[in-house]
C-alpha cells in the first residue's frame, strides 16, 4: 500500500488530509514545515507527496527542488503534487519546478483523491529535460 507524506502547516486542514488518505489504506505521515518534511522524505522515501507551499522553515518550493535536485533517484523521482491556498495564475516557478500536479484549497476530496490515485498508478518518474512536463499529464486546476 502507498505511503503519503504530506506537508502541511495548518493543523486544521493536515488532520483533514490524514483523515481522507488513511481512509483509502495509505500510510499516511504528515509533517509541518519543508524541511520536518524533507527529513522524513530521506528516512522513509514515502510514494507520494503531498505539499503546501507556503510553510515556515522551508517552504515548498524549496522542499521541492530539494526533491527535485537530490543525486538518489528513489527521491528526485518521487511524484510531488501541491496543494496551495495562495498560488496566482502564472506564477512561473509553477512551470519550472517539477510538479505532477497542482490543486488550490479548497480542493473537493474527490479531486485529491483521484489525484493522487493517478500518481500513485503511474509511480516515480522523471520529468521531460526539455519543458519539465510531467508524464501523469494531470490538468492543473490553477
Ligand atoms: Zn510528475
Redesign the pocket.
Given at each position: 500500500m502507498a505511503v503519503l507524506l504530506i506537508a502541511e502547516d495548518d493543523e486544521d486542514i493536515a488532520l483533514v488530509l490524514v483523515r481522507v488518505f488513511k481512509r483509502t489504506g495509505m500510510t499516511v505521515l504528515r509533517e509541518s514545515d519543508g524541511r520536518a518534511a524533507f527529513d522524513a522524505i530521506l528516512e522513509h522515501r514515502p510514494d507520494l507527496v503531498l505539499t503546501d507551499l507556503g510553510m515556515p522553515v522551508m517552504d515548498g518550493w524549496e522542499l521541492i527542488d530539494a526533491i527535485r535536485g537530490h543525486p538518489d533517484d528513489d527521491i528526485r523521482r518521487i511524484?510531488?503534487a501541491v496543494l496551495s491556498g495562495h498560488l496566482r495564475p502564472g506564477e512561473p516557478r509553477a512551470a519550472s519546478a517539477?510538479?505532477?500536479?497542482i490543486m488550490l484549497k479548497p480542493c473537493p476530496n474527490d479531486q485529491l483523491l483521484a489525484t493522487m490515485g493517478e500518481?500513485v498508478a503511474?509511480g516515480p518518474?522523471?520529468?521531460d529535460a526539455a519543458d519539465n512536463r510531467?508524464?501523469?499529464d494531470i490538468p492543473v486546476s490553477v
Open positions: 511524484p510531488v517539477q510538479i505532477c500536479a500518481l503511474i518518474h522523471d520529468h510531467c508524464p501523469a
